[in-house]
C-alpha cells in the first residue's frame, strides 16, 4: 500500500507563497497521477492541481491559474504544490492523493490519501 506523507504548510503570511511536500513510499499504477486537494471548514473538498509522475500530464483548478505550480522529484518520490498570493481564503488543509487515472480531478477517482497538512494565512 501506497502511503503519503506531506510536509509544509502551518502558518503563511497574505500575499505569501504556500509550499508542500508529499513524499511517497513508492511510484506505482496506484498512484501514476498525484494531486492536491484542500478541504476549508464547512466547504468540500476542492481539486487544486496535480501531475503525473513523467511529467506528461498537469492539472490545476481553474480559478487558480497563474497562482499554482506543481513539479515532482523522480529521484525522492516527491511532488511539490507552490501557490502565490496567498489568501485568507486559502486557509484549509491540503492534502496530497494519488491516482490512477491520469488527468483526474475529482475527489472519488483517488484512491490513496496522506494525512493532510494544515494551511493558516493569516497576519
Known amino acids: 500500500q501506497v502511503q503519503l506523507v506531506e510536509s509544509g504548510g502551518g502558518l503563511v503570511q497574505p500575499g505569501g507563497t504556500l509550499r508542500l511536500s508529499c513524499e511517497a513510499s513508492e511510484r506505482s499504477t496506484n498512484n501514476a497521477y498525484m494531486g492536491w486537494f484542500r478541504q476549508a471548514p464547512g466547504k468540500e473538498r476542492e481539486f487544486v492541481a496535480a501531475?503525473?509522475?513523467?511529467?506528461?500530464?498537469?492539472g490545476h483548478r481553474d480559478h487558480l491559474e497563474g497562482r499554482v505550480t506543481v513539479s515532482r522529484d523522480i529521484a525522492k518520490n516527491t511532488i511539490r504544490l507552490q501557490m502565490r498570493r496567498m489568501t485568507p481564503g486559502d486557509t484549509a488543509i491540503y492534502v496530497c492523493a494519488g491516482s490512477s487515472i491520469l488527468g483526474a480531478t475529482a475527489a472519488s477517482q483517488y484512491g490513496i490519501w496522506g494525512q493532510g497538512t494544515q494551511v493558516t494565512v493569516s497576519s
Open positions: 501531475i503525473s509522475w513523467n511529467g506528461q500530464y498537469t
